[in-house]
């Protein structure tokens, strides 16, 4: 289970995606392992700028939301429930179509804050973005529902 507080399902965290921003752009978590979760996002209309190539803000999208699943599974969702605090994100190469995969790893795992770090790659696995996600981790029960 590596860093993991429960059973993780791909099927219900895609699921409880849909009718959410998540879902509008495509985003689908495809992997988990002992210490990381890995989505892909499609580069097209919804996701690129004018000028044909993937938005900074659709990246930003994808790493926020891998760390704050990765957040979520990591703590006991009965006593604590994540936020996001802080992002931040370079963007080191363009993308112009088929996928995006983002994987997000622990930095720190601390009582009241977590690090993220997500690396977005291209389809040839060269580094599109990379982010580093600040969530902040609350003293009430996961107020979100679900998973």
Known sequence: MGI??????LEAINERCQGSLIGHVGIEVVEIGEDYLKARMPVDQRTKQPAGVLHG????????TLASWAATFSVDSTKHHCVG???NANHVRA???????????????GRSTHIWE???????????????????VLDTPNRYGGS
């Not at 993308?95 to 795992?109: E, I, K, M, N, Q």
């Open 57 to 64: 803000g659709a990246s930003v999208v994808l790493a926020e």
């Open 95 to 109: 993308a112009s179509s088929g996928f995006v995969y983002g994987t997000a790893r622990p930095v720190h795992l």
């Open 4 to 9: 993991w507080t429960r059973e993780i399902s």
């Open 118 to 136: 997500v690396r977005i790659t291209n389809e040839q696995d060269k580094l599109v973005c990379i982010s580093r996600v600040t969530m902040a």
């Open 85 to 87: 605090l802080e992002i």
